[in-house]
Each structure stands twice: as C-alpha cells, then as structure tokens.
C-alpha cells in the first residue's frame, strides 16, 4: 500500500470544496473537487454520508467501503493539489465493489483532466 491520504475534517474544509461547485454524480456517490492554488503534494480527501442514507450501521458501511475503493484507485492514480469530498449514497452500500472502483477512477479521470486544462 502507500501511504495514508491526509483527510478532511473540518466542516470548513468540506464547505470550500462544495462553494467550488465542481461535481461528478453517479449512482453510488457523488464526488466534489476543488484545485489548490498552493500546489501541495498532498492530495486530501473527505467522506460524508447523511442520515437520509439510513441507520449508523448502514452509514458506517457505505464510509467503509467508499474508503476501502479510495484506496485502491488513488494508489494506482495519484493527483496531487486536489481536496475531494465523497457523499455516500443509499446504493452505495448496494453496489459492486469493482463498479465503485470504476466509477471512481471515472471521476478522479475528469477532475485531472479538467486540471490539466485549467493549467
């Protein structure tokens, strides 16, 4: 494995990646993105799931599994400079795990690629 992604913790870390209105959307989440100006290395990530998701247990597995799929594509597929926010979704705790993996590596593909641009 490499080593651990920096998390985002704060609720004004997760507000200023969600006041840049940047957005994938699929069935099993949506991913939020925000470009860093102070071109740091690290890429920082941030997991949230809502009550409307279901009880503490389901929610707990939806975090669980979005992070487990995180891990995986981002030690294949690191970009730095860039905060993500991932909101669980109620299929999210449904759907494959290879079909997570794919859709994330979906996202983080636009992101970087509409970095690319902006540069």
């Known amino acids: ?21 940047k957005k994938y959307v699929c069935n099993g989440f949506i991913m939020q993105a925000l470009y860093r100006a102070d071109q740091s290395n690290q890429t ?13 247990v389901t929610r707990n597995r939806t975090k669980r599994r979005l992070r ?3 891990r995986i594509v981002f030690n294949r597929f690191n970009q730095a400079g860039i905060d993500y926010v991932i909101i669980g979704r109620k299929s999210t705790a449904h759907t494959s795990f290879p079909q997570l993996e794919s859709d994330i590596h979906q996202a983080i593909t636009k992101f970087t690629s509409q970095q690319s641009k902006n540069r």
Do not use: C, D, H, Y
Request: proline share 3%; aromatic share 6%.
């Open 44 to 56: 920082r990530i941030g997991f949230t799931v809502t009550r409307r998701v279901g009880n503490a």
């Open 68 to 70: 487990a799929a995180v």
């Open 1 to 21: 494995m490499g080593k651990p992604l920096e998390r985002l913790k704060k609720r004004s870390q997760f507000l200023l990646v969600a006041a840049e209105k």
